[in-house]
């Protein structure tokens, strides 16, 4: 032990952990020892560590929470505009623009989803329209006929009305887009389409049903359903035999007609039927003229 000097820790007798100091005296040979159990000696830094360890965790979790916080206000926006799209997917909203509540990047996303959005409602009224008109003359197809015949019966039925149906078949049609080619052919349909719809009242319908052949409904009919019928049919004949020009020459053009009249008792697939039979008795008849059918009382009726 001879000029020794130093400390550590070690463990008494008895087990206990101590911090032992050690120094020589060297006018007398001795050395002095001084011992202290590690627990007391230690107490302060312990309780600091302790206290360190406590508010750490309680640092932690405060700036978890305002972080939290923080984020909920953040993306407050978008959750909410999250719950309005899925709203609108499950058909508890109509399509409609969200609501751009900042402008920042959740904002700018949101706009992102509201463009998207109106380009998809663009879609789909061209895809709704693609399935219910014509695309060459913007007319109603079969499928939309069917539907505005089906209400024209509901409503005749109820009031006590009548549907008249003309069935309409182009006279010198086929020369033209034989002669000229379809492209002309298209044009000429086009026009007489147009003619045609100057015809058509707010209650009344008019489809394209074939290559050269509309179909027009006349809706809530009074006592004198078949003098409208025949006036209606007249002027569909009198636009129709106005000539069409076509590559600088005047091409003319006639049109057969069937009409065919009912109280809505009958289906309406059997006014139709009727009608076109009737179209082809016009034809027989000279052509650009019209033709009526028998009027079709029942569903048990005949055309």
């Not at 904002?107 to 992102?112: E, F, I, K, N």
């Not at 109820?158 to 078949?169: I, T, W």
């Amino acid at each position: 032990m001879q000029g020794f000097r130093g400390a550590g820790v070690t463990v008494n007798a008895k087990g206990t952990e101590e911090l032992a100091a050690v120094a020589d005296v060297p006018s007398t040979g001795w050395f002095v020892v001084a011992r202290m159990p590690t627990a007391e000696a230690f107490e302060a830094v312990t309780r600091v560590q302790e206290r360190i360890i406590k508010y750490g965790i309680l640092a932690v979790i405060f700036v978890c929470v305002v972080i939290g916080l923080v984020f909920r206000f953040l993306l407050r926006p978008l959750f909410s505009a999250a719950d309005l799209a899925e709203r609108m997917t499950q058909g508890e909203l109509p399509l409609k623009p969200l609501p751009v509540v900042r402008d920042d990047e959740v904002g700018h996303l949101t706009a992102a989803f509201n463009r998207l959005l109106e380009k998809l409602s663009l879609t789909q009224t061209a895809l709704e329209r693609m399935a219910h008109h014509d695309p060459l003359t913007g007319l109603l197809n079969r499928n939309l006929l069917a539907d505005r015949m089906l209400q024209a019966f509901a409503r005749a039925k109820r009031n006590g009305s009548k549907v008249a149906v003309l069935f309409l078949d182009l006279d010198g049609f086929k020369p033209i887009n034989d002669a000229l080619g379809h492209e002309y052919g298209d044009a000429a349909l086009v026009e007489v389409a147009r003619r045609l719809s100057g015809l058509v009242r707010q209650s009344d319908t008019l489809a394209r049903v074939g290559g050269d052949e509309f179909v027009f409904v006349i809706a809530d009919l009074g006592d004198n359903s078949g003098e409208v019928a025949r006036k209606i049919a007249t002027k569909c004949i009198d636009v129709v035999s106005t000539p069409i020009e076509l590559q600088n020459v005047a091409h003319s053009l006639g049109v057969s007609i069937g009409i065919a009249m009912s109280d809505g008792l009958s289906e309406p697939g059997q006014l139709l039927k009727a009608a076109d039979l009737a179209m082809y008795v016009a034809k027989r008849n000279g052509r650009s003229c019209y033709a009526m059918a028998p009027e079709l009382l029942s569903a048990e009726g005949k055309g």
